[in-house]
């Protein structure tokens, strides 16, 4: 039986069962100029269900007070402006573990709705997948498996005669994006790093379990607002579950998946930086770089695998992005004494590109360990030194120089895009300025590190009680370092100076004494 046949044969078991039922009653029916006029395209299977019945309440016959669970299989009038959202619609709540059941109804050409899940978004994320369709759903809800255990699934779960002991662990959607199976990474795109997925089509049973938490924690007080929420969508014709965490005045709550940056970022990104100086040069201009002698004579080491870049490209300039000075000398990179002292001083840092933001600046650089001359992650660091005594923030922006110009190529083709769609050229910078709506890592005192096993974390234990630092090893980039914000922050105690162990690895802020 195909699949629109099966849907159709499921859908009339279901109301057959519904016509008789003594403890599920239908609402009252949409009219088919109603269907009509609804901003998706109905099944044949859904329509026929809707056309006898708008919704169902079910009635428990053992509580005398008359207590129901309402599902309305369509938008009410209040809600019609936002039905259908993100690729699915909410039919009600299960007034057993308040958990709100909706159904998938993204995609035109399906046999049926699907799939049908229960939900709570909030920081335990109790998400089960009760039914693979919603006539699948309808019926097992109405006429459940006589030979099911009720105490099997999550109350409500609409009698599927299938064990609550099936569960499924959501996974970061940029390993998605970089895995093997190529209809999924379609549908996640480049991927995001807050987002987790479940591939609905491989479930190992129903109702399942979803194993998941947001990204954000609100233990130990927030940092600010504490307005994170997650943004659940289900696309690709009902395939995908995706779980994102939007993490407002809240920290960071667990490690993210950072997108891979390539063995051969370098080659990558001045190949692209070239292609787009040329095809857009009125948004994009390079400089030359400079030789190997040259770069002998700098104050420090140049790695190969920098001075491969630096041999081609001097300077990038793309509209609506700061200009990345690279090489030295720049008018640009000055800083006061105050804030190059709090920054580590000589050998500590190279100087890329100043980032104005209303009265204040930023300078973007390049962390480097001077035990080993390695040149690691790219952090934009406030650099008015009142305001980073007071407020010491900072922004990681990239994973290393090479992933930084990559990341400017990947915005200037965007820009492209946006611009040759008419929306002008804009590229989004505003993450290059220190906490500007990044999410936070939570910053920790770093006698919690004492007797680590890793030695950089070991070491920084060490440091003068009230030093602060983050494991840069596990953010997101971007990711906003907001010290000030952390619970057992001094109130106003100003910063002595911002060190990167490791070349980034940890960022430790130490205060000054008294």
Not at 11 to 27: F, K, M, W, Y
Not at 382 to 407: G, H, K, N, Y
Request: net charge negative.
């Amino acid at each position: 039986m195909g699949g629109e046949a099966k849907a159709m044969a499921r859908a009339d078991e279901a109301l057959a069962a519904l016509r008789v039922s003594g403890t599920v009653r239908p609402i009252a029916p949409f009219t088919a100029d109603a269907l009509d006029a609804w901003p998706i395209t109905l099944p044949a299977a859904v329509r026929r269900v809707l056309l006898e019945a708008g919704g169902i309440v079910t009635v428990d016959p053992d509580r005398p007070d008359g207590d129901t669970d309402t599902y309305r299989f369509g938008p009410a009038a209040e809600y019609a402006s936002r039905a259908f959202r993100d690729g699915y619609w909410g039919l009600g709540e299960r007034r057993g573990d308040h958990l709100q059941v909706m159904v998938g109804v993204d995609g035109t050409d399906r046999p049926d709705w699907g799939p049908v899940l229960a939900a709570s978004f909030g920081e335990d994320g109790d998400v089960w997948v009760l039914a693979p369709t919603f006539t699948d759903w309808l019926a097992g809800l109405v006429a459940p498996d006589p030979d099911s255990d009720p105490d099997s699934a999550p109350t409500g779960a609409g009698g599927t005669g299938a064990s609550a002991t099936a569960s499924v662990s959501a996974v970061p959607s940029v390993a998605v994006a970089e895995g093997p199976d190529a209809e999924l990474a379609a549908l996640v795109g480049r991927g995001d790093q807050l987002t987790d997925v479940v591939d609905l089509a491989k479930l190992p049973g129903y109702p399942c379990r979803v194993i998941w938490e947001p990204y954000y924690s609100l233990e130990f007080d927030t940092a600010d607002t504490g307005s994170s929420e997650i943004e659940a969508a289900i696309c690709g014709g009902g395939r995908l579950l995706t779980l994102r965490s939007v993490v407002s005045g809240d920290f960071l709550g667990r490690p993210v998946r950072r997108h891979t940056v390539p063995a051969d970022a370098g080659t990558r990104a001045v190949s692209e930086l070239r292609s787009l100086a040329a095809e857009f040069p009125a948004r994009v201009a390079l400089t030359p770089g400079c030789t190997d002698g040259e770069m002998d004579r700098w104050p420090v080491p140049v790695p190969a695998g920098i001075r491969e870049v630096l041999r081609e490209i001097g300077a990038v300039r793309i509209s609506g992005l700061p200009h990345l000075l690279l090489l030295p000398g720049a008018s640009e990179h000055q800083v006061s004494p105050e804030t190059h002292v709090m920054l580590g001083g000589d050998g500590a840092y190279w100087p890329l590109a100043r980032i104005d933001y209303g009265p204040y600046t930023a300078l973007a650089q390049i962390r480097l360990d001077p035990a080993t001359g390695a040149w690691g992650c790219a952090v934009s660091v406030m650099s008015t030194p009142d305001t980073l005594r007071e407020f010491p923030d900072l922004t990681l922006i990239a994973e290393s120089l090479p992933d930084l110009l990559l990341t400017y190529a990947r915005l200037a083709r965007e820009a492209a895009a946006r611009e040759g769609a008419g929306a002008g050229w804009r590229p989004e910078a505003d993450w290059l300025f220190p906490n500007t709506g990044e999410a936070w890592p939570r910053p920790v005192p770093v006698e919690e590190w004492a007797g680590s096993a890793d030695p950089l974390l070991a070491a920084a234990a060490e440091l003068p009680a009230g030093t602060h630092g983050v494991d840069l090893r596990a953010v997101p980039v971007p990711a906003d370092v907001s010290f000030h914000r952390a619970e057992d922050w001094p109130y106003r105690h100003p910063l002595k100076r911002l060190t990167f162990p490791g070349a980034g690895t940890l960022v430790l802020a130490e205060l000054e004494e008294g």
